[in-house]
C-alpha cells in the first residue's frame, strides 16, 4: 500500500462526493447527488442537502475503505474543495473537513476545485505536461503550468458553457442538466443556424450566444438549435485550445471538467491535435465531473511537497483563481525543457 493515503471532500456545486485514494489509484468513493425538482442549482438548497448527507456518505465512504484494507488510522490528512464554487456549498463541506481533521488529529489541505480536475487527468492519462481545456458548469478556461503556476491563456468573459447549455435548457423547456439533453437533439439536425461567434483575443463568451440559441427557436426545430449550439461554442473552444498550443510550444491537450463528456467536442478536439501532431487525453468519465477522487489526489500531491492548511486559515474561496495557486508539487524540469535545457 502507498505510504500516503489521503481522504478527499468535494461539494463545490451539486455533486457531493467523498473519496480515500493513495499513489497508486483510488480506494474507495462514495458520492450523493442534489437534484433539483425544477430549474436550476439553488445554491442554499444545494448545502443543505450536503449537509443532511454529509455523514452518511462519509460513513459508507468509510465502510467501503474499511473492506479494501483501509481504516481510519490509515488517513494522512483531510483534503477538501476550497473554492471555487458556490459558498453556501463550499462553507458546509468546509465544516465537514475540519471536524474530521480535528477529531482524527491529522492536516487539513484545502485545494483548489479547477487544479484538482487537471491533476485527476493527468494522473489518469498518459498526460504529463498539457494545455489544458477545463469546462464545467461555471469555468472555461484554457491553462497550461509554466513558472510554478497554471497560468491561463483564455478564458470565459461571462458564463460557463456548461452554464450556458443549461440556461437554454431551461428556456427551452428541458430538465437539468442541459449538456446532456443539447448532446442528443444535436445528433438528430439537419442544418446548421448562423449563431453568434464570439472570440476576443484568447477569450470567449456565452452568455450571447445562450440568448441567440433561445431565440433562433421561434424560427428553428430544437435539433438543429442544438446542433448550431454545440458547434459555434466548441469551435470556439477549440480555437483557443489551438491557439495556446502554439504559444506554449507544448504537443499535449488534456481534456477536464464535466462538460468534457460531451463526444462532439471530443471529437473535435481530437481532430485539431491530430492535425497538429500533438497528443490528446482524456480521462474515463467518472474523472471528468466533480468528483472525491480528484480532491484527494491533489490534496495527496500539497501534502507530498509540504502543503497543508491551518484551521484558521481553512476559509473558503468562492472567486478561487487556479492561477492564484503556487504549484508546488512539479519541479523545474518542465520549464528548462520549454528554454530548451536538458
Known amino acids: 500500500m502507498s505510504s500516503t493515503t489521503i481522504l478527499g471532500i468535494e461539494g463545490t456545486a451539486w455533486n457531493l462526493s467523498a473519496a480515500i485514494v493513495n499513489e497508486s489509484d483510488v480506494v474507495a468513493e462514495v458520492t450523493h447527488t442534489y437534484r433539483p425538482p425544477t430549474g436550476g442549482i439553488h445554491p442554499r438548497e444545494a448545502a443543505q442537502h450536503h449537509a443532511r448527507y454529509a455523514s452518511q456518505v462519509i460513513r459508507d465512504l468509510l465502510d467501503e475503505a474499511k473492506q479494501h484494507g483501509v481504516t481510519t488510522g490509515d488517513i494522512d490528512a483531510i483534503a477538501f474543495s476550497q473554492g471555487p464554487g458556490l459558498g453556501p456549498c463550499l462553507r458546509t463541506v468546509a465544516t465537514a473537513a475540519r471536524m474530521l481533521a480535528l477529531s482524527l488529529n491529522i492536516p487539513?489541505?484545502?485545494?483548489?476545485?479547477?487544479?484538482?480536475?487537471?491533476?485527476?487527468?493527468?494522473?489518469?492519462?498518459?498526460?504529463?505536461?498539457?494545455?489544458?481545456?477545463?469546462?464545467?458548469?461555471?469555468?472555461?478556461?484554457?491553462?497550461?503550468?509554466?513558472?510554478?503556476?497554471?497560468?491561463?491563456?483564455?478564458?470565459?468573459?461571462?458564463?460557463?458553457?456548461?452554464?450556458?447549455?443549461?440556461?437554454?435548457?431551461?428556456?427551452?423547456?428541458?430538465?437539468?442538466?442541459?449538456?446532456?439533453?443539447?448532446?442528443?437533439?444535436?445528433?438528430?439536425?439537419?442544418?446548421?443556424?448562423?449563431?453568434?461567434?464570439?472570440?476576443k483575443g484568447m477569450d470567449f463568451s456565452f452568455s450571447g450566444l445562450s440568448t441567440a440559441a433561445t431565440d433562433a427557436l421561434k424560427r428553428a426545430s430544437i435539433e438543429d438549435v442544438c446542433y448550431s449550439f454545440q458547434e459555434t461554442a466548441f469551435a470556439m473552444l477549440v480555437e483557443v485550445t489551438e491557439r495556446a498550443l502554439a504559444h506554449t510550444g507544448k504537443n499535449e491537450v488534456l481534456l477536464a471538467g464535466g462538460v468534457g463528456a460531451n463526444m462532439r467536442l471530443r471529437e473535435m478536439l481530437d481532430i485539431m491535435c491530430d492535425d497538429r501532431g500533438a497528443s490528446?487525453?482524456?480521462?474515463?468519465?467518472?474523472?471528468?465531473?466533480?468528483?472525491g477522487a480528484m480532491i484527494a489526489y491533489l490534496g495527496l500531491l500539497m501534502l507530498e511537497s509540504g502543503t497543508v492548511t491551518d484551521i484558521d486559515r481553512s476559509h473558503v474561496n468562492p472567486n478561487f483563481r487556479p492561477d492564484d495557486v503556487d504549484v508546488t508539487w512539479i519541479d523545474g524540469t518542465i520549464d528548462e525543457k520549454l528554454e530548451g535545457g536538458n
Open 108 to 199: 487539513l489541505v484545502g485545494v483548489n476545485h479547477c487544479i484538482a480536475h487537471i491533476e485527476v487527468g493527468k494522473w489518469k492519462t498518459p498526460s504529463s505536461d498539457p494545455v489544458v481545456l477545463y469546462v464545467s458548469g461555471a469555468n472555461s478556461q484554457v491553462l497550461a503550468y509554466r513558472m510554478g503556476k497554471y497560468r491561463v491563456f483564455g478564458e470565459t468573459l461571462d458564463i460557463g458553457i456548461g452554464n450556458a447549455f443549461d440556461k437554454f435548457a431551461r428556456n427551452a423547456g428541458l430538465t437539468h442538466p442541459g449538456g446532456p439533453k443539447i448532446e442528443e437533439y444535436a445528433k438528430n439536425a439537419t442544418e446548421y443556424i448562423p449563431l453568434p461567434y464570439v472570440v
Open 280 to 291: 490528446f487525453y482524456v480521462p474515463e468519465k467518472r474523472f471528468m465531473g466533480d468528483n
